[in-house]
């Protein structure tokens, strides 16, 4: 994806966000998904501060989390973490007690962030291409969906297909149905 292409996203996202926020959404309904592609995800994040800015002039709050590092971070934490080195096909599957943990440290970070925003804000994550093999972005959505108080907006880096509303992280063969608005270039 060309700088062109992302300041296309740019201005789609600045087009959504600054229209009217409808109240009363359900929680799915107050999720945007930036869709870029894979490979221009430095681009992006080059990108970011724009994307807080036009959130700033549509008169909204605005707050990010990065979950670049969040597997790290939590495998520091974990008490039989020399075995995973070890044998790293033991978190294979995303069914893994351990994969769970992991989600579960994601969503209770996530939701704090949350609930430090109020109905105004929206709430960006960045660096879910770094769940890709450990853990599902459709996981962490859904366990956090009903809690956001203005909106999510997730930076996803892969594909949208519209006439399934089907989104493929990184471009990966399956994907999943969701019903998150998207926002494409």
């Not at 869709?35 to 605005?62: C, I, N, P």
Request: hydrophobic share 45%; aromatic share 10%; glycine share 6%.
């Amino acid at each position: 994806m060309s700088a062109s292409r992302l300041t296309e996203l740019l201005e789609a996202y600045s087009r959504h966000i600054s229209t009217p926020w409808q109240q009363g959404l359900a929680g799915p309904q107050r999720l945007l998904f930036a869709v870029y592609d894979k490979t221009s995800e430095r681009r992006l994040r080059a990108q970011v501060d724009e994307f807080q800015m036009a959130t700033e002039a549509a008169g909204h709050g605005w707050r990010v989390v990065d979950l670049t590092d969040a597997f790290p971070r939590w495998m520091c934490k974990v008490r039989y973490r020399e075995s995973y080195f070890e044998e790293p096909e033991m978190l294979d599957g995303y069914t893994t007690g351990e994969v769970k943990a992991f989600v579960d440290d994601i969503t209770d970070d996530l939701r704090a962030q949350l609930a430090a925003a109020d109905d105004n804000t929206v709430v960006a994550i960045l660096g879910v291409g770094a769940l890709f093999g450990v853990a599902r972005v459709s996981s962490v959505v859904n366990r956090i969906a009903a809690v956001v108080p203005g909106r999510l907006l997730v930076f996803f880096p892969g594909e949208y297909t519209r006439q399934n509303n089907t989104y493929h992280l990184l471009d990966a063969r399956d994907g999943w149905n969701y019903l998150a608005v998207p926002i494409q270039a």
